[in-house]
């Protein structure tokens, strides 16, 4: 807090001194001539516009304090309630003056740019902008400014190549370069394809963009054409599939989501026996650990292939399991199934053991479950259930849940592991 009061401070004796030698002949050396500037001229001060246009007035050789001046009028041409056409023209004027003291300057041409829009000289604001970008043709603020501006002047093909140039240099303008070009081209998805390019990221930010749009196919079909392996190696993908589950689209999704994968309908539990890595979760296993048990994918017990879930239990009381181990699966409504799985226990020791639960996609209602994992030790045993998905659902969640009877029952001890899932439609 005292910093803040000292820099007041300092900015008020500085504005005393403008105030003072800008209204005489008074002459100021130059390390004190300096040193104003650099105050006035500094972005983070706040100064008052009459002692900012008296620097720039007093110091007609300084391109900083110019366009200091440019600067907070170009802030201020905004502000309704003052002269709009005088605001204008004085930012022009002063902008100009530091255009001319430091012509290589690009930021100069910059604010000259967006004095000259504001004054409604549209030409004259691109021409600028233009030579900006020659002497800055890396920088992505240029682009940027110059395509926003295409844009406004409806020369939409102009702005495009401009818009992807800002693109390249700074993926994070990809969206609000989409959000642009869709309310400027009223939803010419062939124009969103042009200024995205080729690039897998950016299409699939694009078909990501589209779903939010309600262009489900479109977005799919954008999504299918790039390359499988590219699609597997981007988070993108998963926010993809996301968005389209969270719109309800679930039988596009898990299309989508199988299309990714090079698989077919079947089988209709995706990783049935654990032998895939887990790369996108949307319609394969979701796995999270657990206070009551350490939880994963072994290589050291399987019914067949290498690989099946465990359950280590860590003998705490009331032991529960609701979410940590559950899949999304497509179903068809009214269809009726029957849910298979293997169950191997090393020293079980529970008074309410695990289950296979089958739950509507927001797991609150539950629509069949197997008995419970019997205590003891023995070889893999089949567990069997059979249901009929509801008509209104097109998605079904089974998960491994482990639910007390009562508010306290003793620990859960020993591991169980489960293997070889399958679900077949009847």
Known sequence: MRINVNLHGLVSRVAIIVTVFCGTAA????????????????????????????TANYFPNSARAQARMASRLIESGVDVTMNHERTAERAVYYAARAVKLAPHNYEFRILLAAAKELGGDI???????????????????????????????EKLNLAISSFRSANEADPNLLI??????WQASDGNIETLKVVVGSDSRSQLTLAQFLVQQGQFETAVKIANGIDRQSTLNHPESGKLLDSLISFGEIDLANKLWRDFFGAGDQPLIWNESFERPIRFTQFDWNISQSKY??????????????????????????????S?????VKVRPGAHYILKCYVKAEMLNTPDGPQIVVTTQDSTTTIAATSVVRPGS???????????APPDNRALII???????????????????????????Q
């Open 324 to 328: 940590e181990i559950h899949q999304l």
């Open 399 to 425: 998960a491994i849940k482990q639910t007390p009877q009562f508010s306290y029952v003793d620990p859960t001890q020993g591991t169980v592991w489960f293997d070889d899932f399958d679900l077949t439609e």
């Open 27 to 54: 002459y100021l050396g130059l390390s004190a001539a300096q040193f104003i500037i650099s105050v006035i001229t500094d972005p983070e001060v706040r100064v008052d516009t009459p002692v900012i246009e008296a």
């Open 123 to 153: 030409a004259g604001a691109e021409s600028e902008l233009r030579t900006a970008l020659k002497l800055a043709p890396h920088l992505v603020t240029v682009h940027w400014r110059l395509a926003n501006l295409l844009l406004r002047e």
């Open 378 to 388: 023995y070889d893999w045993q089949l567990l069997t259930m059979d249901f009929v």
């Open 293 to 322: 048990a350490k939880i994963g994918i072994t290589a050291v017990k399987a019914r067949t292939g290498r690989r099946s879930l465990f359950i280590a239990y860590r003998g705490i009381d009331t032991t529960t399991l609701n």
């Open 176 to 181: 609000p370069t989409i959000n642009l070009l």
